[in-house]
């Protein structure tokens, strides 16, 4: 991560300290991973449109996300304004997105 991603991270966090990190899509189960089905209303998914409906979630930083349980850890593990890779299946397709993570109220 270069120093303007660190230095934009560290602002996010430092103004939004009471927040938790959130992706905000609807998804389902599907063999390869996370099947994303939409996206929740203002969320950063919804805003950024770096995602689609019917992409594959496979990781998250680095994280494998065979299930939403494991989706929701690995966006956990991150801090709310964090730039994250997000690993994923595109028309059968791998691709590697990045994505500025949105935060929800604790």
Do not use: Y
Not at 34 to 48: D, E, H, Q, Y
Request: charged share 25%; with cysteine; glycine share 8%.
């Amino acid at each position: 991560k270069g120093i303007v991603e660190e230095f934009r991270d560290l602002a996010w966090q430092t103004k939004h300290p009471w927040k938790t990190p959130h992706l905000g899509v609807r998804m389902k189960r599907v063999e390869e991973g996370v099947k994303v089905t939409g996206f929740l209303p203002n969320s950063s998914a919804a805003r950024a449109k770096v995602l689609r409906v019917d992409d594959i979630i496979l990781a998250v930083a680095g994280q494998p996300t065979p299930d939403a349980r494991a989706l929701a850890a690995a966006v956990q593990a991150c801090q709310p304004g964090q730039t994250v890779n997000i690993e994923l299946l595109r028309d059968g397709r791998p691709l590697v997105v990045q994505h500025l993570l949105g935060a929800t109220r604790d």
